[in-house]
């Protein structure tokens, strides 16, 4: 990902590319499933935010 970024014509996009992916993988029905079995505590939360622009793409609070 570091290489790829570094040579990318427009790095604001790509960013956004590679954390929306990374969303769709944790929102998926296998990683849920295993997230669901994790111990919670009542502020358990799950994120994907980009650290370049703040925007939070993807979050899931407590199973509870």
Same mark, same amino acid.
């Given at each position: ?7 990318? +014509?427009?790095?604001? =996009?790509?960013?956004?590319?590679? $954390?929306? @992916? ?5 929102? /998926?029905?296998?990683?849920?499933? +295993?997230?669901?079995? =994790?111990?919670?505590?009542?502020? $358990?939360? @799950? ?5 370049? /622009? ?11």
């Amino acid at each position: 990902m570091k290489a790829d970024y570094s040579q990318s +014509e427009n790095k604001k =996009l790509d960013g956004e590319k590679y $954390f929306q @992916v990374c969303a769709e993988v944790l929102n /998926s029905p296998m990683v849920m499933k +295993e997230i669901g079995e =994790l111990k919670q505590t009542n502020d $358990f939360r @799950v994120s994907v935010a980009n650290p370049d /622009s703040g925007k939070n793409i993807f979050n899931v609070c407590s199973f509870f």
